[in-house]
């Protein structure tokens, strides 16, 4: 281990001296721009857990995300903030892809595109519905957000790569840009990484009772009769309290160790962090190649492998569970119409199983058209029927004046966007806000005229199963 992080701290000090090459340029075309330089340097490293990076990063910067698909051998981790922008109002994707491009096309650039995130990556994440009633719980976690993290390690397989990112003004100093690169690879880069076991039996609140919940989807179940809407999804929530505090790698590796076919994701801001282990890709940009999900209905797995096959069957041929999957999907090929060719899509769902629940997964792909980036994609899909509704307008209006919950970014697209426009976001689904003693936990369903207030309400409660068991949920 110790070799590995020699290694590491070579590799690095040899990009800082890159970057000081990068950063003359950078100073002469901040003159010529009058405003700040992006530099960004990219060089292989020997493999490192970049979840470890985020464990020890804790205590040294605010600005942390870490990404992973585990079944895929891909982890992610950036710490700290070269250039951010927060991006509000239903705009909020278009704004936040032009100022992207406009850093990212200025930018002084060393990567070997070879090396897996090579290159300037922005973290992203944005919020539900920018127009629901807000409260204060995600004062950190504005309505759009891309934060390009000064130093990024990225692990596929047995190849790694560190990327070290900084602005550069006319007047910067190159002994500035210097040490805090240094800095941070001192502080950093140290010993093993070994996760703590999560908490157990922490109590569970919940926000609203049940009882009241269960209201809501009956009120929803008669407007949908009534003819008002084909599908809404309404969302719960419910709150864990820790006497100590909450260990949010922990529950990171114990999301990867159990959902390894999820998205694992987190952002940390402040004193805070969302986190969780989603299966459903939104979007995916990758070589002019889009990929999307269409994941809708859903039912436990069983204690046995034929309690499990009967139960895969009766989700198949479910009208209920199949109706809601069908719309979805539709909407899905609908919304890609005018931004790809070649679209593609099976005409029979599979299942998709993890860990406690599966799910009626089919998958859509396309081929990019014209100069579109990842968030375009994003601004056309989100939110799918599967976390909003249909009609999309009345669905989140309906949502907006009933649910009673500020969902914030549960259920909003999160990820990563490159400087090529390319990126990948997951649907922020099983998933939590946590602070440092306590946790807000989210899970919903769709809704629709056949549903049933209990089984929906017995629904939740196995898709908070992830969330509970990671942060030691009674």
Same mark, same amino acid.
């Given at each position: 281990?110790?070799?590995?992080?020699?290694?590491?701290?070579?590799?690095?000090?040899?990009?800082?001296?890159?970057?000081?090459?990068?950063?003359?340029?950078?100073?002469?075309?901040?003159?010529?721009?009058?405003?700040?330089?992006?530099?960004?340097?990219?060089?292989?490293?020997?493999?490192?857990?970049?979840?470890?990076?985020?464990?020890?990063?804790?205590?040294?910067?605010?600005?942390?995300?870490?990404?992973?698909?585990?079944?895929?051998?891909?982890?992610?981790?950036?710490?700290?903030?070269?250039?951010?922008? %927060?991006?509000?109002?239903? /705009?909020?994707? @278009?704004? !936040?892809? +032009?100022?992207? #491009?406009?850093?990212?096309?200025?930018?002084? *650039?060393?990567?070997?595109?070879?090396?897996?995130?090579?290159?300037?990556?922005?973290?992203?994440?944005?919020?539900?519905?920018?127009?629901?009633?807000?409260?204060?719980?995600?004062?950190?976690?504005?309505?759009?957000?891309?934060?390009?993290?000064?130093?990024?390690?990225?692990?596929?397989?047995?190849?790694?790569?560190?990327?070290?990112?900084?602005?550069?003004?006319?007047?910067?100093?190159?002994?500035?840009?210097?040490?805090?690169?240094?800095?941070?690879?001192?502080?950093?880069?140290?010993?093993?990484?070994?996760?703590?076991?999560?908490?157990?039996?922490?109590?569970?609140?919940?926000?609203?009772? %049940?009882?009241?919940?269960? /209201?809501?989807? @009956?009120? !929803?179940? +008669?407007?949908? #009769?009534?003819?008002?809407?084909?599908?809404? *999804?309404?969302?719960?929530?419910?709150?864990?309290?820790?006497?100590?505090?909450?260990?949010?790698?922990?529950?990171?590796?114990?999301?990867?160790?159990?959902?390894?076919?999820?998205?694992?994701?987190?952002?940390?801001?402040?004193?805070?962090?969302?986190?969780?282990?989603?299966?459903?890709?939104?979007?995916?940009?990758?070589?002019?190649?889009?990929?999307?999900?269409?994941?809708?209905?859903?039912?436990?797995?069983?204690?046995?492998?034929?309690?499990?096959?009967?139960?895969?069957?009766?989700?198949?041929?479910?009208?209920?569970?199949?109706?809601?999957?069908?719309?979805?999907?539709?909407?899905?090929?609908?919304?890609?119409?005018?931004?790809?060719?070649?679209?593609?899509?099976?005409?029979?769902?599979?299942?998709?199983?993890?860990?406690?629940?599966?799910?009626?997964?089919?998958?859509?792909?396309?081929?990019?058209?014209?100069?579109?980036?990842?968030?375009?994609?994003?601004?056309?899909?989100?939110?799918?029927?599967?976390?909003?509704?249909?009609?999309?307008?009345?669905?989140?209006?309906?949502?907006?004046?009933?649910?009673?919950?500020?969902?914030?970014?549960?259920?909003?697209?999160?990820?990563?966007?490159?400087?090529?426009?390319?990126?990948?976001?997951?649907?922020?689904?099983?998933?939590?806000?946590?602070?440092?003693?306590?946790?807000?936990?989210?899970?919903?369903?769709?809704?629709?005229?056949?549903?049933?207030?209990?089984?929906?309400?017995?629904?939740?409660?196995?898709?908070?199963?992830?969330?509970?068991?990671?942060?030691?949920?009674?």
């Amino acid at each position: 281990m110790a070799m590995i992080h020699v290694r590491v701290a070579t590799a690095a000090l040899r990009q800082v001296a890159r970057m000081e090459e990068l950063a003359e340029v950078a100073r002469e075309r901040a003159r010529q721009l009058a405003r700040p330089i992006l530099v960004s340097v990219t060089a292989p490293v020997a493999p490192d857990d970049p979840l470890a990076l985020f464990a020890r990063a804790a205590g040294a910067t605010h600005n942390r995300f870490f990404w992973s698909r585990p079944s895929d051998g891909l982890a992610v981790a950036g710490l700290g903030s070269a250039w951010d922008i %927060a991006a509000g109002g239903e /705009g909020r994707f @278009a704004s !936040a892809a +032009a100022a992207w #491009r406009d850093l990212v096309g200025t930018a002084c *650039v060393d990567a070997d595109p070879s090396l897996p995130f090579a290159g300037p990556v922005a973290a992203a994440g944005f919020a539900f519905d920018p127009l629901r009633p807000s409260s204060g719980l995600w004062a950190d976690f504005p309505d759009g957000l891309l934060f390009l993290p000064r130093m990024l390690l990225a692990r596929q397989g047995d190849v790694a790569s560190l990327t070290f990112n900084g602005l550069v003004g006319s007047d910067t100093s190159s002994v500035n840009l210097y040490l805090s690169a240094t800095r941070r690879l001192r502080d950093l880069i140290g010993g093993p990484w070994r996760a703590a076991r999560p908490a157990e039996g922490l109590p569970i609140e919940e926000a609203m009772p %049940a009882s009241a919940w269960r /209201g809501i989807v @009956a009120d !929803a179940v +008669a407007d949908l #009769r009534a003819g008002a809407m084909e599908k809404v *999804v309404l969302a719960r929530e419910v709150r864990l309290h820790a006497e100590s505090d909450i260990d949010i790698p922990a529950a990171l590796e114990s999301l990867r160790r159990d959902y390894p076919d999820t998205f694992v994701f987190a952002v940390a801001r402040g004193g805070r962090a969302f986190l969780g282990a989603s299966p459903e890709r939104l979007v995916s940009l990758r070589d002019g190649v889009v990929s999307a999900s269409g994941l809708a209905g859903s039912i436990a797995r069983g204690s046995t492998p034929s309690e499990d096959v009967r139960l895969g069957q009766e989700l198949l041929s479910s009208p209920k569970e199949r109706m809601e999957h069908a719309l979805v999907v539709g909407m899905i090929r609908t919304a890609l119409a005018d931004l790809c060719t070649n679209i593609e899509s099976p005409v029979e769902p599979i299942l998709m199983k993890v860990r406690n629940i599966q799910h009626l997964f089919t998958p859509v792909t396309g081929r990019i058209t014209g100069s579109r980036s990842a968030l375009d994609l994003v601004a056309a899909l989100h939110p799918t029927p599967a976390v909003g509704g249909k009609p999309r307008d009345v669905a989140l209006e309906w949502i907006r004046a009933h649910e009673r919950l500020d969902r914030g970014w549960y259920a909003g697209p999160v990820g990563w966007l490159d400087a090529k426009g390319e990126g990948e976001f997951a649907v922020a689904l099983r998933s939590a806000l946590v602070s440092k003693r306590e946790a807000a936990l989210f899970a919903g369903c769709g809704i629709v005229s056949g549903s049933d207030p209990a089984r929906e309400e017995q629904e939740t409660q196995l898709k908070l199963r992830p969330m509970l068991g990671a942060l030691g949920g009674g």
